[in-house]
C-alpha cells in the first residue's frame, strides 16, 4: 500500500523534505519505495520485458553491458509503475506491449526535442508532418508508426501526438526563448511546465488511448505533477552538467541570487563533492529551501498514493546526490 493522506495531514511531503528530526520516518519511506520498485526492477533485469517484445522492431537496440543493463531496467520500472499508476487512476486495464510502444514513442520525442532546440537556435520551424519526415525523426517515427498499428490503436495516437505537437510548440519555444533571455525562475518553470508537465502527461494519455480507454483530466492532472516533480529532480541530478554547459537550471538560478550559496557551490564542484540533500541544506539552505517550495507545491497536487510513489522514485537519485555523468564516465 502507498503512504496515503489523511485528513489532518493534508501536505504529506517528498522525500527531499523530511526534516532531520523525521529521520524514521524518511527511513521508512524508502524502505516502502524499495518494495515497490524492486520486483519490477529484478524482472526487467533479468527477463527484460520490453526489450524481448521490440527485439525485432527496425534500429531497436538493446542495452548491453552491466551497468547500461541496469540502468535500462530501472528505466523500465520506474515506466511501468507510472503506467501501473495512472491506470489504477482510470480503472482500466493495459495491453503488455504498452510499455515497449512507449519505449519508441519516447524516442520520437526525445528526436523532436532535439527538433526544437535546433529551432531555438533559429532554424525554420516546418509543419509537423514535415518534422516527421526529416532525417533522424523518420526512422523512429515509422518504427513507433508501424508498432502502435500492429499491436494497439495507432490513429488516435497519432492524431494526439500530431495535434499535441502543433499546439504547444509555439508557447514552448516562445518560453524557451524567454527562460534563455532572462534566467528567471518564472520562465524557467513556464518552459518545464511544457517541457515535462504536459510531455508526461501526453505520454499517458497517448496510452490510454493506444488501450482504446477515455483519458481522464484527473488522471492526466496527477501525472503532470508528477512529471513536473520528476522535471525538478532532473535539475539537481543534471545540475554538473548543466552549469558545465550552460543549460538552464531552475537550482542553478536560485544559486546565483545568493553570493556566499553560489561561491559554495562553485567551490563544491571544484573539487567534486557530492550534492545531496545534507550538502544543500548545509551549503546552499536558501536557494534549497526555494527550490523545495516550488517542488513541494507540485507533490502536494499528487493524491494519489501509487502515484506518489512514482514521484518520489524520480527523486531518489537526486537526495542521494547521484551525478549520472559522473557515473557514466566511470
Known amino acids: ?34 518494495t515497490v520498485l524492486g520486483p519490477l526492477y529484478g524482472r526487467h533485469l533479468v527477463r527484460r520485458p520490453f526489450a524481448r517484445t521490440l527485439r525485432y522492431v527496425p534500429g531497436y537496440r538493446r542495452a548491453s553491458g552491466l551497468s547500461n543493463r541496469h540502468r535500462q531496467a530501472l528505466y523500465d520500472s520506474v515506466l511501468e509503475c ?25 524516442d520520437v520525442m526525445k528526436h523532436l526535442d532535439m527538433y526544437l532546440d535546433a529551432a531555438e537556435t533559429g ?27 500492429t499491436h494497439g490503436q495507432s490513429e488516435p495516437v497519432i492524431r494526439y501526438l500530431r495535434n499535441g505537437f502543433e499546439s504547444h510548440f509555439p508557447t514552448y519555444l516562445g518560453n524557451m526563448n524567454r527562460a534563455t533571455r532572462t534566467g528567471d525562475p518564472a520562465a524557467i518553470l513556464d518552459m518545464a511546465k511544457d517541457d515535462s508537465g504536459f510531455e508526461l502527461r501526453a505520454l499517458m494519455e497517448m496510452a490510454a488511448l493506444y488501450n482504446s480507454t477515455e483519458p481522464s483530466d484527473q488522471a492526466g492532472r496527477q ?30 538560478t536560485y544559486v546565483h541570487q545568493d553570493r556566499d550559496e553560489a561561491a559554495s557551490l562553485a567551490s563544491a564542484l571544484a573539487a567534486g563533492e557530492r550534492l545531496n540533500i545534507k550538502w544543500w541544506r548545509t551549503n546552499c539552505p536558501n536557494a534549497f529551501a526555494g527550490f523545495t517550495h516550488v517542488l513541494e507545491t507540485y507533490f502536494e497536487q499528487i493524491t494519489a498514493p501509487s502515484m506518489m510513489d512514482v514521484a518520489d522514485l524520480l527523486l531518489v537519485p537526486a537526495a542521494m546526490g547521484m551525478d549520472y555523468d559522473s557515473r557514466r564516465k566511470g
Request: aromatic share 6%; net charge positive.
Open 1 to 34: 500500500m502507498g503512504m496515503a493522506r489523511r485528513v489532518e495531514d493534508p501536505a504529506v511531503p517528498s522525500i527531499l523534505s523530511y526534516a532531520h528530526s523525521e529521520r524514521g520516518r524518511a527511513i521508512r519511506r524508502r524502505l516502502h519505495l524499495l
Open 82 to 106: 507510472l503506467l501501473r499508476a495512472y491506470f489504477r487512476e482510470l480503472r482500466a486495464r493495459y495491453s503488455p506491449t504498452t510499455g515497449p510502444m512507449l519505449t519508441l514513442l519516447i
Open 123 to 149: 532554424g525554420q520551424i516546418r509543419a509537423v508532418a514535415e518534422i516527421l519526415d526529416v532525417d533522424g525523426i523518420r526512422g523512429p517515427y515509422e518504427a513507433f508508426k508501424e508498432f502502435a498499428a
Open 223 to 252: 501525472v503532470y505533477a508528477v512529471g513536473m516533480v520528476g522535471k525538478l529532480a532532473d535539475d539537481m541530478v543534471d545540475l554538473k552538467r548543466d552549469v558545465r554547459d550552460g543549460g538552464i537550471n531552475l537550482l542553478v
